[in-house]
C-alpha cells in the first residue's frame, strides 16, 4: 500500500512506498496502465515506463545506487536491506531532535526546544539589531543541536542520515566541526516535518526507508 500521496514538482504526483510493499506497487502500477518496458536506472532511481505513456520513477533514498548485477527493482531492495543505522537530525527554529535509528525503530534521541525570535517588518536600525539578534539565537540553537547530534552519534556511528526540517539551518548545524567526519555519509532530505518533537522523530523513523514514487501521466 503506497501512502502521503501528494503533487509532484512538474507535475504529477508523489507517494511513498515502504519496501516491503514496493514489489506489490510495481506490479498493480505495470497492470493499470497496459503493461510497461524493462525498468532502468536513471540518476541513482529506477524509471518504469507504462504502456499507455506512463512513467513511475523510484527516487532511491541515501544514494548511490549499485547494481552489482541485479535487476534494478532487485537492486533498490538490496540497498534499503543493507542500510544499517540511520542518523536522524531534525531542526527548525524553535526546536530540534536528533536520534540513531535502525529498521525504522529509535535506538536512541535527544530532543531540545530552543527561542528564536520570529522575523519582523520593521525597517532601519531597529531591524538591523533585530536581526542581529535573532542571527545569535539561531547560532546558539544550532551549536546545541550540534552538541547533542555528536554525542549521540557517537555511541553508534551511523551509517547513512536523514536530515529534516529547514535544510539551511540544518545546514548549519552540520558545519560544527564535531560534525564534519559525517559530512560524507549517504545523505536524504525532507522538508515536510513539524517542529521536531519526540513523536515527530519516531514518525521520521518510520518512514525512514520508504521509496518515493513520481508518477506521471501521458503528456
Same mark, same amino acid.
Given at each position: 500500500?503506497?501512502?502521503?500521496?501528494?503533487? !509532484?514538482?512538474?507535475?504529477?504526483?508523489?507517494?511513498?512506498?515502504?519496501?516491503?510493499? #514496493?514489489?506489490?506497487?510495481?506490479?498493480?502500477?505495470?497492470?493499470?496502465? !497496459?503493461?510497461?518496458?524493462?525498468?532502468?536506472?536513471? @540518476?541513482?532511481?529506477? #524509471?518504469?515506463?507504462?504502456?499507455?505513456?506512463?512513467?513511475?520513477?523510484?527516487?532511491?533514498?541515501? /544514494?548511490?545506487?549499485?547494481?552489482?548485477?541485479?535487476?534494478?527493482?532487485?537492486?533498490?531492495?538490496?540497498?534499503? *536491506?543493507?542500510?544499517?543505522?540511520?542518523?536522524?537530525?531534525?531542526?527548525?527554529?524553535?526546536?530540534?531532535?536528533?536520534?540513531?535509528?535502525?529498521?525504522?525503530?529509535?535506538?536512541?534521541?535527544?530532543?531540545?526546544?530552543?527561542?528564536?525570535?520570529?522575523?519582523?517588518?520593521?525597517?532601519?536600525?531597529?531591524?538591523?539589531?533585530?536581526?542581529?539578534?535573532?542571527?545569535?539565537?539561531?547560532?546558539?540553537?544550532?551549536?546545541?543541536?550540534?552538541?547533542?547530534?555528536?554525542?549521540?552519534?557517537?555511541?553508534?556511528?551511523?551509517?547513512?542520515? +536523514?536530515? !529534516?526540517? @529547514?535544510?539551511?539551518?540544518?545546514?548549519?548545524? +552540520? *558545519?560544527?566541526?564535531? #560534525?564534519?567526519?559525517? +559530512?560524507?555519509?549517504?545523505?536524504?532530505?525532507?522538508?515536510?516535518?513539524?517542529? /521536531?518533537?519526540?513523536?515527530?522523530?519516531?514518525?521520521?523513523?518510520?518512514?525512514?526507508? @520508504?521509496?518515493?514514487?513520481?508518477?506521471? @501521466? /501521458?503528456?
Amino acid at each position: 500500500m503506497a501512502t502521503r500521496s501528494r503533487p !509532484a514538482p512538474g507535475g504529477g504526483r508523489m507517494v511513498d512506498v515502504a519496501p516491503d510493499r #514496493l514489489t506489490g506497487w510495481v506490479n498493480r502500477f505495470v497492470a493499470g496502465h !497496459a503493461g510497461a518496458t524493462e525498468p532502468r536506472v536513471v @540518476d541513482d532511481g529506477v #524509471l518504469i515506463r507504462a504502456g499507455d505513456g506512463s512513467t513511475a520513477s523510484i527516487e532511491v533514498p541515501y /544514494p548511490p545506487l549499485r547494481l552489482a548485477g541485479m535487476e534494478p527493482l532487485e537492486a533498490v531492495l538490496a540497498h534499503l *536491506e543493507g542500510i544499517g543505522t540511520i542518523g536522524l537530525l531534525l531542526f527548525r527554529a524553535g526546536a530540534h531532535s536528533v536520534g540513531l535509528c535502525k529498521d525504522r525503530t529509535v535506538l536512541a534521541s535527544s530532543t531540545d526546544r530552543h527561542y528564536v525570535q520570529g522575523r519582523t517588518a520593521a525597517g532601519g536600525w531597529s531591524q538591523q539589531r533585530y536581526a542581529r539578534r535573532r542571527g545569535n539565537q539561531l547560532s546558539a540553537a544550532q551549536q546545541e543541536a550540534a552538541s547533542d547530534a555528536a554525542r549521540v552519534w557517537s555511541t553508534v556511528t551511523p551509517d547513512v542520515l +536523514l536530515l !529534516a526540517g @529547514d535544510r539551511k539551518a540544518i545546514n548549519g548545524v +552540520l *558545519e560544527d566541526p564535531r #560534525l564534519t567526519r559525517f +559530512l560524507d555519509l549517504p545523505t536524504r532530505a525532507i522538508g515536510d516535518v513539524p517542529e /521536531p518533537r519526540r513523536s515527530v522523530l519516531d514518525d521520521v523513523a518510520a518512514r525512514s526507508l @520508504d521509496v518515493t514514487v513520481v508518477i506521471r @501521466d /501521458p503528456g
